[in-house]
């Protein structure tokens, strides 16, 4: 059974850091992409950063760059989101993803964990 576990969310003050962790298994996901993904009350569910298992390739969207960094652990079958400088617009559900465009199973999905910046 594949399995997105995150943990490591809470309640943090503006300016402060988290890091949260997925740990994956059930599976090789060698040519997967991993990513997080956040969504916020009343908004659409957007990626924040992505990184490949081999390379280890990043991307990440504008408003987290110099912010956050997204690493992985391949032999812990792991991966983190570093989150620094943490600002009240970083308040939503996280979500860990796994991505294969050219898989049988192209997505899976974590349960998703909460970040909550007060100002």
């Known amino acids: 059974q594949v399995q997105l576990v995150e943990s490591g969310g809470g309640l943090v003050q503006a300016g402060g850091s988290l890091r949260l962790s997925c740990a994956a298994s059930?599976?090789?996901?060698?040519?997967?992409?991993m990513g997080w993904f956040r969504q916020a009350p009343g908004k659409e569910r957007e990626l924040v950063a992505r990184?490949?298992?081999?390379?280890?390739?990043?991307y990440y969207i504008d408003s987290v760059k110099g912010r956050f960094t997204i690493s992985r652990d391949n032999a812990k079958n792991t991966v983190y989101l570093q989150m620094n400088s943490l600002k009240p617009e970083d308040t939503a559900v996280y979500y860990c993803?796994?991505?294969?465009?050219?898989?049988?199973?192209?997505?899976?999905w974590g349960q998703g964990t909460q970040v909550t910046v007060s100002s």
């Open positions: 990184i490949t298992w081999g390379r280890g390739s990043t």
């Open positions: 993803n796994a991505h294969c465009s050219v898989c049988t199973s192209n997505d899976y």
């Open positions: 059930g599976r090789t996901f060698s040519s997967y992409v």
